[in-house]
């Protein structure tokens, strides 16, 4: 009877921490997404940022012309006159996730509008991740891990980054994808369930249409695989956790048409094939053995290993001719850089001219994750006991993603799963430790510490049912191990949570030291909280496209990008052909609807060096590059007059590299005094004759009587100057934007005809064959 009581106070209990957990996951969803509002309630709703712009036009195309004219879309208004084929070029998973959310809706009744949908998108995945999040950890180490990593992913400030409310770039579904896809591994190594399996291949195929940062998973995945076989770990279960990922998944990824063959044929995927190959051999050699004598065994290997050392050279020697056929070796440039830092700063200047490229300071990895760095080591302390299967692959995992992120800045948001679940292991295993001190150490409890000890520990219920659940697998899969391995295996699964529990009622620290530490632990969580908020709220917040400041006069509003978008589509023909630098491509040809040069996508280096060629050579030479490319305007950005410090002027060395790097004749030191960047009295003839120098300076003086530079923090070096091939035609109110019209040719023939004036007139027949051998294209 007493026996049935303490079974249903059990049942209640947990039954009870299920409601639990799912009201607190839903409070965490709703916090994930409500922190990321800041940037609609203290703004608009609007799109941030350079990218995203391109992604809500793609969007935009989709929901109007249907999935199949999106797949066959010709975009003729972006490299001109080359132009882009956009469902061959473009990762389709965010633009199909918002197309089908806005779809539905619409089949609702709902009246959302796509940009709507478009700026509402990341935050409604940063909730999912954040589940996504629980049920990883909770693999790992238990419920009360998973719900403390949930919480903290849901605030953590690398994340808030990518993916505030108006951020529709990839990354704003591509975590998700990831960390659930790392669940799904993790749940099919705990279960060998081939459900699982399934459902994980088709967590990575949405990740490979999302983001080109698959790359990581397919590669993170065969080094835990490898880990565990060189470990001794090897298990069935291991076994279809990954064969059915790399067969199926891969056939999936295939179909993207941006990835295609690549999923077979670069080498950023050739370690998931090694390993397969790897994992089988293992799984012969392990099938051999439970069947053979000794004696045949060692005659079966020796027979084995020498087939699979031919067979083995054979796949190496062909893998070596096909990437020794390739410049790069099989590797993408992105993927390079990361292998060698300093890779794209020699050869690939287009990367390393990308501030997201750059490796991080110290500074942003506080300003990222705050106080998750000092909570990381221990997280991986607390993995270590005991260690199994997915907490290792934890630990994997955030050394990692540690190493990446310290290569480009950018990769600080594969970081922040990993460093949030580090935490949450800390904090859980730490809040459980001081509690139980607590709870043992209280008046009238003491008595109960031996029922409770039993119940306290979450980690203990899970290693019971991973018992379980592996016994289960291994009746699904029909193995038949014998006695002896049976009873060694299980001993091996149940021996670390009886010492784990062991212990656990050992450690019992001072009651006085316990509540100071639960105290200092609720201090650094309200420390982070307020960063996290500050974070969402002032530095994440505001999109690129407006821009504010503070000042003794109050706020101001700087609103230039719109003003000169819209004068481009007011005042231009729809034919028009814009240039400008790469970086203001997807916002001219989104916002303005006119024909760009170069855009972000920055597929062609050779394009992109002529206009950073142009910018850098003097304005007669740049006029013919630009009417060789049809272009009537050029649009620069300019930052001195209000001190906005990411303007073209700070951006010009990079168009010189660029430019140099294929036309030779362009030289960074001519544009250097003593290596010194400059645009004062000291700055070189070149660097002061230059277009980009006479079309972000022109009229400057004017402006205070001084033209000094608040960004440079200097005075110019040519003040008064006149441009003959080029027109002033808008700037806008704040100066940050200026376009500028290219004079006809004729202006130019009209002045030699003046000066030839003295010369005796031609014929007519000397005219109309002058007429005849005249450039049509002039």
């Known amino acids: 009877m007493e026996g049935s009581e303490t079974s249903k106070g059990t049942t209640l209990r947990y039954a009870f921490g299920n409601v639990l957990s799912f009201f607190i996951l839903v409070l965490i969803g709703v916090l994930a997404f409500s922190i990321r509002l800041f940037s609609v309630i203290k703004y608009e709703s609007v799109i941030h940022e350079f990218d995203p712009y391109f992604n809500y036009r793609v969007t935009q195309f989709l929901t109007k012309n249907g999935i199949y004219d999106f797949w066959n879309w010709f975009d003729d208004r972006t490299w001109y006159p080359l132009g882009r084929v956009i469902g061959g070029t473009v990762y389709p998973g965010l633009t199909l996730t918002a197309g089908s959310i806005w779809w539905i809706v619409n089949s609702l009744n709902i009246p959302l509008s796509v940009e709507t949908v478009c700026v509402f998108t990341a935050p409604i995945f940063s909730a999912f991740a954040s589940w996504a999040t629980y049920l990883l950890t909770k693999e790992v180490k238990g419920a009360g891990a998973g719900l403390t990593a949930a919480v903290l992913l849901a605030m953590v400030p690398s994340y808030i980054s990518r993916s505030v409310a108006g951020s529709y770039d990839n990354e704003a579904v591509a975590i998700f994808a990831l960390i659930f896809t790392f669940y799904l591994y993790i749940k099919t190594l705990n279960t060998g369930s081939l459900f699982y399996a399934t ?128 410049p790069t070796k099989g590797w993408s440039g992105r993927s390079l850089s990361l292998l060698d830092p300093t890779y794209a700063s020699k050869y690939i200047p287009i990367i390393a001219s990308v501030s997201e490229h750059q490796p991080p300071t110290w500074p942003s990895y506080f300003m990222d994750i705050n106080v998750l760095a000092f909570l990381v080591p221990a997280g991986i302390v607390a993995c270590f006991s005991p260690l199994s299967d997915a907490s290792s692959f934890a630990v994997l995992y955030i050394v990692t993603s540690v190493y990446f992120s310290g290569v480009m800045v950018r990769l600080m948001l594969v970081l922040a799963p990993a460093a949030c679940i580090m935490s949450g292991i800390a904090l859980s295993g730490a809040f459980d430790v001081f509690t139980r001190s607590i709870k043992f150490q209280l008046p009238g409890v003491a008595g109960n510490s031996q029922t409770d000890a039993g119940d306290s520990s979450s980690d203990s219920v899970v290693a019971q049912k991973d018992v379980v659940k592996t016994e289960k697998s291994e009746d699904a899969v029909k193995e038949r191990p014998s006695k002896k391995n049976r009873k060694k295996e299980k001993e091996h699964v149940e021996k670390p949570s009886v010492k784990s529990q062991i212990k656990k009622r050992l450690l019992v620290l001072p009651l006085e030291a316990s509540v100071i530490a639960i105290l200092l632990l609720v201090l650094l969580g309200a420390f982070y909280v307020v960063h996290s908020v500050w974070a969402a709220a002032e530095a994440y917040s505001a999109p690129s496209i407006v821009l504010t400041s503070y000042s003794n006069d109050g706020l101001h509003v700087f609103d230039d990008f719109r003003e000169a978008y819209a004068w481009l589509s007011h005042n231009t023909e729809v034919d028009d052909k814009v240039a400008s630098w790469w970086d203001y491509g997807y916002q001219t040809t989104a916002m303005a609807n006119r024909t760009v040069i170069v855009d972000n996508n920055t597929w062609n280096n050779t394009h992109i060096a002529t206009v950073g060629t142009a910018m850098s050579s003097p304005e007669k030479a740049a006029w013919e590059i630009f009417d060789s490319l049809d272009v009537k305007y050029v649009l620069v950005v300019f930052g001195g007059l209000v001190g906005y410090p990411s303007d073209d002027i700070n951006k010009f060395l990079w168009m010189v590299r660029i430019g140099g790097g294929v036309f030779p004749h362009i030289k960074e030191p001519d544009y250097l005094r003593d290596g010194q960047y400059r645009i004062d009295s000291e700055a070189t003839p070149t660097m002061l004759n230059c277009l980009m120098y006479k079309l972000s300076y022109y009229r400057f003086v004017e402006t205070d009587g001084k033209a000094f530079d608040r960004v440079r923090r200097t005075e110019i070096g040519k003040k008064y100057f006149k441009l003959t091939h080029f027109e002033e035609v808008f700037t806008t109110h704040h100066w940050m934007v200026r376009i500028y019209k290219l004079k006809p040719p004729k202006n130019r023939i009209r002045g030699k005809a003046k000066k030839s004036k003295s010369k005796a007139s031609s014929t007519s027949s000397k005219k109309r064959s002058g007429s005849k051998n005249k450039n049509p294209w002039h």
């Not at 050739?270 to 392990?286: G, K, P």
């Not at 020796?302 to 699979?308: A, D, E, L, N, Y």
């Open 199 to 326: 459902l994980n291949a088709i967590a990575y195929f949405y990740m490979v249409c999302s983001w080109g940062g698959y790359t990581f998973i397919i590669n993170l995945i065969p080094m835990h695989v490898l880990l565990c076989i060189v470990t001794g770990r090897f298990s069935s279960r291991l076994y279809i956790a990954y064969c059915p990922l790399v067969v199926l998944g891969t056939l999936l990824a295939a179909l993207v048409p941006v990835v295609g063959f690549n999923a077979v044929m670069t080498s950023e995927h050739f370690a998931s094939f090694l390993v397969f190959i790897i994992i089988h051999v293992v799984a012969v050699v392990h099938y051999i053995k439970g069947i053979l004598s000794p004696k045949m065994f060692k005659v079966a290997v020796t027979f084995v290993i020498s087939i699979g050392l031919v067979v083995g050279f054979a796949v190496l020697a062909v893998l070596v001719a096909m990437v020794a056929s390739s």
